[in-house]
């Protein structure tokens, strides 16, 4: 059996995650909490990143080899186009959010979070036994310094960034979208899983994995606020309720749909 070791509110578990639950594949998942994770993870990759997969004994890390790996053992619905271009500018899409938007979107949403720490470790310890959930809201105050360096957040610059990477994204799928609906070709690929998972944590669709436990704290709600308006979260909303289904569960919905 596959297993998932995952954060449950990250963009890149969230493509995972999504892929996973497209392709029908049969899975357990594991929710690690920020900080903890790294000694687990790292035993398994080398690395401390998550999303993990471990399959056959072996562990994979990195959401597009993740799903590299999937669209060959599971094929079907692929999310790669057939035409040799749009597969190109599929794969390009995926990478620019993973290697540029994401990390860049991510310092502003972790300092929102990080302003409120209790609100942090309740998104992210969302679902984990009470005295576990206890224990981590009295650590994330402390390891907040950590969080910000690790994730490279130096600053208000670094903050404003963010919010100049999200414009641009949500800019980006409001144009390449109208036509279509869809960022490449005429059908739901690769590039709309990953734009969609990466602006989820600003949208939150809600009846989706990606909406948090409310109420979000004053931070965070700001910061959804300033963007929900914008024609490119209808696109987010849409692409959701078209292609991600209604699955709220964390902890392994692929079970019941296998
Ligand atoms: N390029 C990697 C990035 C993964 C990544 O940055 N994951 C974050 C969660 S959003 C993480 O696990 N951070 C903890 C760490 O680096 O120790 C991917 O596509 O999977």
């Given at each position: ?9 990250s ?84 990478r620019?959010f ?73 800019d ?46 004053r ?40």
């Amino acid at each position: 059996m596959l297993e998932l070791l995952q954060f449950r509110h990250s963009p890149y578990n969230e493509k995972v995650r999504w892929a996973l639950d497209l392709k029908r594949v049969p899975h357990q998942r594991r929710s690690l909490l920020p900080g903890p994770h790294m000694s687990v993870v790292k035993r398994l990759t080398g690395r401390t990143t998550t999303p993990v997969l471990m399959h056959d004994g072996g562990a994979l890390d990195g959401s597009a080899q993740i799903i590299e790996w999937l669209e060959v053992q599971y094929p079907s619905p692929a999310l790669l186009p057939t035409d040799a271009a749009q597969r190109e500018e599929a794969l390009r899409i995926q990478r620019w959010f993973d290697d540029d938007i994401t990390p860049r979107m991510r310092r502003t949403v972790l300092d929102a979070l990080l302003q409120q720490p209790s609100m942090f470790a309740r998104i992210f310890a969302d679902g984990a036994p009470t005295l576990k959930r206890w224990a981590y809201a009295c650590v994330v105050p402390l390891a907040a310094p950590l969080v910000r360096k690790g994730n490279g957040i130096t600053g208000p610059e670094s903050v404003q960034d963010g919010h100049r990477a999200a414009a641009e994204a949500f800019d980006f799928v409001f144009q390449r979208g109208a036509a279509t609906g869809y960022l490449c070709s005429d059908a739901f690929s690769i590039a709309d899983l990953t734009a969609a998972s990466t602006l989820a944590v600003l949208v939150r669709p809600q009846n989706s994995p990606m909406a948090c436990p409310q109420p979000v704290g004053r931070g965070f709600r700001a910061l959804m606020e300033r963007y929900a308006k914008h024609p490119g979260a209808d696109w987010v909303r849409t692409i959701y309720a078209r292609h991600r289904g209604s699955r709220s569960d964390f902890d392994g919905p692929s079970l019941a749909l296998a």
